[in-house]
């Protein structure tokens, strides 16, 4: 019989206040007891996140610089070793040139001596030659002659027969 006597559209107001009430006390130990520490995760969350962006920033800064000054150290060991590269073989060709030069100047200096040693070699031969055409002349003469020359008269002979060849060329 309450439920029937009970009207849907009526307004109890017993209800109504129990639920502000308790909505008050319930917003109340929310708002003081809560929140705050709800609040307060959410800051320190909100620093955390702040300062691992701020660290994030810092490394990809330092990480760019070390990459900036490895690609500065990368060019410098670059023309450093072209540069190298130039100077040896600058040093290679001046060497090279050198051994060239010094070995022409050998070359000449050696077909200079052997041009001297075979003139000296064929003025011997050829003096040598002469000394002994004149003996044989000599010989001849003197059998020829039917008389022999003494040695000093022999040597005389042929000096003035060499004095005379000499003289002719």
Do not use: C, Y
Request: hydrophobic share 50%.
């Amino acid at each position: 019989m309450l439920l029937a006597a009970a009207d849907p559209l009526a307004f109890n107001w017993l209800p109504f206040f129990t639920t502000i009430v308790v909505f008050g006390i319930v917003f109340f130990v929310l708002a003081t007891v809560v929140w705050p520490k709800i609040s307060k995760g959410l800051d320190e969350r909100n620093q955390k996140i702040l300062h691992e962006i701020e660290s994030a920033e810092a490394a990809r800064a330092a990480a760019s610089a070390k990459q900036k000054e490895f690609e500065q150290k990368l060019t410098e060991a670059l023309e450093q070793s072209s540069r190298m590269i130039r100077e040896a073989k600058a040093e290679a060709s001046r060497l090279g040139d050198e051994i060239r030069a010094k070995n022409e100047a050998e070359l000449v200096e050696r077909a200079r001596r052997a041009g001297e040693e075979i003139e000296t070699a064929r003025r011997l031969a050829v003096s040598e030659l002469e000394a002994h055409a004149a003996a044989l002349a000599v010989g001849i003469a003197g059998k020829i002659l039917q008389r022999e020359l003494k040695p000093a008269d022999q040597q005389r002979i042929v000096e003035e027969s060499l004095a005379g060849m000499s003289a002719k060329r």
